[in-house]
């Protein structure tokens, strides 16, 4: 397990990770007291991005307009409720 000093951590840290196996760590000491340890992962691994849907248009207010179509007795109670109503 290498030691570095934080000194020496911050100007090589890309090198650092790099060089790192996947399992092992580096211990980041500053004034001789132990601060942080630096380990990569045993799978690291780079998600791909997800493509995103194709852009298809714009929507517009009305669009569907006469498509849905409400009764007239939409707010009248049900048949099964007029009971418990009265």
Known sequence: MPIVTLQEAQANLADLV???APGECVTIMENDRPVARLMVSRTTRVQPARPRPPVTGVPRAGQYEGRLVIPAD?????????????
């Open 18 to 20: 790099h060089r790192l």
């Open 74 to 86: 939409f707010k009248e109670p049900l048949e099964e409720m007029r009971e418990y109503m009265e």
